[in-house]
């Protein structure tokens, strides 16, 4: 059973960072993809950056410059460096896998940024 963990969450004042990390555990092979997602109060969830089985990222229009998203393969985890963080981004934000077909979830970590 494939289980995603993720940490690293708080709260922020504006301008400051974070980091958020997943650690994803159960999974058999390294032929995954891995994103960060974000669903703030009354909103749907988004899509904040995400990187596949070859490393090749993509990043919300909202976060590019700002943040960025890596993955150790060898350690099946998934980090997501934030800086510059704005009110905006207050929001939960959860881990996503994809592997043969099939989605997976963490539970998510709520990152509040103050202004």
């Known amino acids: 059973q494939v289980q995603l963990v993720e940490s690293g969450g708080g709260l922020v004042q504006a301008g400051g960072s974070l980091t958020l990390s997943c650690v994803a555990s159960g999974i058999n092979d390294n032929r995954y993809d891995m994103g960060w997602y974000r669903q703030a109060p009354g909103q749907v969830r988004e899509l904040v950056a995400t990187?596949?089985?070859?490393?090749?990222?993509v990043y919300a229009d909202s976060v590019k410059g700002r943040w960025t998203i890596s993955r150790d393969s060898a350690k099946n985890t998934l980090n997501l460096q934030m800086g510059s963080l704005k009110p905006e981004d207050t929001a939960v934000y959860y881990c996503?896998?994809?592997?043969?077909?099939?989605?997976?979830w963490g539970r998510g970590t709520q990152v509040t940024v103050s202004s």
């Open positions: 996503r896998l994809r592997n043969h077909g099939f989605i997976y």
């Open positions: 990187v596949s089985e070859g490393d090749h990222t």
